[in-house]
């Protein structure tokens, strides 16, 4: 795997897959990269440069930890476009790995062609989600076999009694099956300090950030699973708000992993982007 040097000295991993125009791919997380995959197929049509985040996957922990704070892994992004000498690549931000992305675009608006943010985490630009709107969206699951365990532990973990994580995993698959349960399993973070100060004190500046995005010339794409607990439709479709440009798509029947719960869809949007 191929690595470069951030601008703190650290090494940071990265893999290429497939060809076309270059896509900067920032996993979630932080997790090791390596469960975003080919993205469904994307790879087919872009060449997707993968980046590993520090601490993660092939990427070295940092001397300094606290450089696990998203702003600062902003600089990591800038160093990979820079060392492959990219000149105005697409950047696409996954869950949590969005929240870099958005500061990317915010930071260096120049750098980058089209931005997608694939059903992003929101801390970056200050939208909460209710408990009552993650009950709501999980009660239209209330066929599913799995349910009234997985939405006993969902109340739970609102009212703030709860921490069982692994018992709400179905509600982040658009379909619970064995490959769902595989795939969950694997993009569990392994670094729980990179996890721990990913959002620590000054990692997030909604209002600036808000404020760059208004004025941001390039096309966004915002992808929303239709059942992703996550960051459910409604907090994409605000956060698409946010920006002069943007195109707000919502997957059926998908959860917070698109791409596998309908690769051929989640590929027909995002190959297409930016038109």
Do not use: K
């Amino acid at each position: 795997m191929p690595t470069f040097s951030a601008p703190d000295g650290t090494r940071l991993a990265y893999r290429t897959i497939g060809d076309g125009d270059p896509v900067i791919c920032v996993p979630g997380g932080p997790a090791d990269s390596a469960y975003l995959g080919d993205l469904g197929g994307l790879a087919a049509h872009r060449r997707l440069i993968v980046l590993d985040l520090r601490g993660t996957g092939g990427s070295a922990i940092p001397e300094d930890t606290s450089s696990y704070r998203c702003d600062r892994l902003v600089d990591d992004v800038e160093a990979l476009r820079d060392h492959l000498g990219l000149v105005r690549p697409d950047l696409l931000g996954h869950s949590g790995g969005a929240n870099i992305a958005v500061q990317y675009a915010a930071r260096h608006p120049e750098n980058i062609r089209g931005l997608a943010l694939i059903t992003p985490g929101p801390a970056a630009v200050g939208i909460t989600v209710t408990g009552e709107t993650r009950r709501a969206l999980a009660r239209l699951r209330e066929d599913e076999p799995w349910f009234p365990p997985a939405f006993t532990a969902l109340e739970a973990i609102t009212e703030g009694t709860g921490t069982d994580w692994d018992a709400v995993a179905p509600f982040f698959s658009g379909r619970w099956d064995p490959e769902a349960r595989r795939h969950q399993a694997a993009s569990r973070p392994a670094n729980q300090e990179a996890v721990a100060l990913f959002g620590a004190d000054g990692a997030f500046n909604p209002e600036t950030t808000r404020t760059a995005l208004a004025a941001h010339q390039g096309p966004v794409l915002l992808l929303a699973g239709e059942f992703d607990l996550n960051t459910p439709p409604s907090a994409v479709a605000e956060y698409a708000g946010l920006f002069p440009d943007a195109t707000y798509v919502v997957q059926p029947g998908a959860g917070h992993y698109p791409w596998l719960d309908d690769a051929e869809r989640f590929v027909a949007t995002t190959a297409a982007f930016p038109r």
